[in-house]
């Protein structure tokens, strides 16, 4: 199904022969295979998923749209494959080549000319942003981990324990639970750490009056989630409880109008202004969200620079925040899904007040 529209993209398209797909989730999302290396090449009739042994007994079993090829001498066989369809320009996937590996390959398809302008990558990200019932699915699954999650750090946290501590036991309880992995990094920060937006987890000891902010998600069946919650240890101030509200007033304003065929930059703007008449307009420096799937970050994203229009079926995280540097951060961030007439919030743990944990 999926591999027909990349088909007809090349054949719709007058100025390319092939496509060659080298991205890791590519791959996937074309050939519903998971293969850690290997190359999708399409033509304006067929599919090819090379494979080396490692994977070739699998795809052969599980991939049904294209001909499997077993990898014994890619250069060889790559070179065949272009000459045995007649492609004379070769549209390449350029998520995840990098110079060298370019070269190699522009090398090896010669005369045979690879294009690298990105438009096979515009359509697969246009693709992409469009869910289907499944990835929805497994989206959901693996936002109510996190959703599990969260609970368990409300009751696991404590005065004394590290942040890296806190963001291990949080990871072995979500892989206990059925994650497959982590979906980036953990974010897990406290007291005067909150304040960098990405900061990353160390040593430092969390403390009565600590503000704790975490981000974090996970991949269930490939498709990431993305959460993030503050709350504070024993006691919080009315500053902390103003700058709770007044994001999370930007982040509820701004899922009440996400809708299909609204400018994404509307939606960026509507959650700005909020923060901005609050008086932190300097202090809201990232984008309001992204969306995600089988990657953590994927298009279209809320910013101001957006010239994307929201859809039925594409998925965005909302995500405001507000930092004093060297004090305080506060980020909440939901994942939502656009639906025919609104957008489905499926983030489900509680945000409604800055929680202060006793
Ligand atoms: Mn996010």
Do not use: W
């Amino acid at each position: 199904m999926r591999i027909e529209s990349l088909i007809n993209f090349v054949k719709e398209n007058n100025e390319i022969d092939a496509g060659l797909i080298f991205g890791t989730n590519n791959r996937f999302y074309f050939s519903d295979a998971s293969t850690s290396e290997g190359l999708l090449f399409t033509d304006s009739k067929s599919a090819y998923l090379l494979v080396d042994s490692r994977y070739f007994e699998y795809c052969k079993n599980t991939v049904k749209d294209c001909e499997v090829i077993l990898v014994t001498d890619l250069q060889k066989q790559l070179k065949d494959l272009v000459e045995y369809c007649n492609c004379k320009k070769i549209a390449v996937d350029i998520s995840e080549i990098d110079v060298a590996q370019f070269e190699y390959f522009r090398t090896i398809i010669k005369p045979a000319q690879l294009l690298s302008d990105g438009t096979l990558n515009d359509f697969i990200l246009k693709t992409r942003a469009i869910k289907d019932a499944k990835e929805l699915k497994n989206i959901e699954e693996s936002q109510k981990l996190l959703d599990l999650g969260y609970e368990y750090i409300l009751k696991t946290v404590k005065t004394g324990i590290t942040e890296t501590e806190l963001s291990f036991k949080l990871f072995v309880f979500l892989k206990e639970h059925g994650a497959q992995d982590a979906s980036f990094d953990f974010i897990v920060l406290s007291g005067e750490n909150t304040s960098k937006p990405h900061g990353m987890p160390g040593k430092r000891e969390i403390k009565y009056g600590d503000l704790i902010l975490l981000d974090f998600g996970v991949k269930v069946n490939g498709y990431c989630s993305d959460m993030t919650r503050t709350f504070a240890i024993g006691e919080a101030t009315t500053q902390q409880k103003e700058i709770y509200n007044l994001v999370l007033s930007a982040q509820e304003s701004a899922i009440k109008q996400l809708k299909p065929e609204g400018p994404c930059k509307e939606i960026d703007k509507i959650a700005r202004d909020i923060i901005k008449k609050g008086g932190f307009e300097a202090e809201f420096g990232h984008s309001l969200g992204h969306s995600l799937g089988l990657n953590i970050h994927e298009n279209p994203i809320l910013s101001p620079k957006s010239d994307d229009v929201t859809k039925p079926n594409m998925v965005f995280t909302v995500e405001p925040g507000i930092y004093l540097t060297g004090k305080f951060g506060i980020r909440i961030e939901d994942t939502v899904f656009v639906t025919q007439n609104g957008c489905k919030n499926i983030t489900k743990s509680p945000k409604s007040e800055l929680l202060i944990v006793k």
